[in-house]
């Protein structure tokens, strides 16, 4: 193949990329990993959407009983001696005042964590709080409505509901993990 028949096939293989890239199908073709890191990213927002009262109940359960276990001291151990027997290996000796410490401790980074989890969650959210469609996020995952229940309520078809609500988890997993979550990879086009 003479150089000038190369030139003219990378000019059109050139040309052929840009039609792929405008239609957004080049992502489609090439990512085959990235379309299962994008799925993977979005199912995780919605998981992590579902459970966010969850955390939210845990984490009023947790400071509840973590007031409890300091007010009380090591009386309150007694109540809670189910907890106990994760701490205590076969033949460990534990003082009760070193298994308070150590629920205490516990009770604690569980707080943390879950204060971690809604700070995050709440930070995705409000990103999106001018939305228009907004409102289908909280109905649908904090109300338990159907998307048939949201298209009658905002006056919409059912699959725009689906639609929007698809498009608002891509940019949640989009805040919550990166370019990873909208490209599949970490960085795509270089």
């Not at 000019?11 to 990993?33: P, V």
């Not at 990213?41 to 009983?65: P, W």
């Not at 919550?176 to 970490?186: H, I, K, N, P």
Request: charged share 30%.
């Amino acid at each position: 193949m003479n150089a000038k028949a190369m030139k003219g096939e990378g000019i059109m293989l050139t040309q052929q990329m840009d039609r792929y890239i405008e239609n957004g199908m080049l992502a489609q073709r090439t990512a085959g990993r990235g379309c299962d890191a994008e799925k993977a990213a979005m199912h995780s927002a919605e998981q992590r959407l579902r459970q966010l009262n969850i955390v939210k109940g845990r984490l009023e359960d947790s400071r509840r009983e973590y007031s409890e276990l300091k007010d009380k001291g090591i009386a309150a151990l007694k109540r809670h001696d189910a907890s106990m027997v994760s701490l205590i290996k076969t033949g460990m000796r534990l003082s009760p005042e070193e298994v308070h410490a150590v629920q205490l401790n516990m009770l604690r980074q569980r707080i943390s964590a879950d204060k971690y989890e809604l700070k995050k969650m709440n930070s995705a959210l409000r990103a999106l709080e001018t939305d228009p469609f907004f409102g289908i996020l909280k109905q649908y995952y904090e109300q338990n409505l159907s998307d048939t229940d949201i298209a009658e309520a905002m006056g919409y078809d059912r699959s725009t509901i689906a639609r929007h609500r698809r498009r608002l988890i891509k940019l949640i997993a989009f805040r919550l993990y990166g370019s990873s979550a909208a490209y599949g990879t970490e960085q795509q086009w270089n």
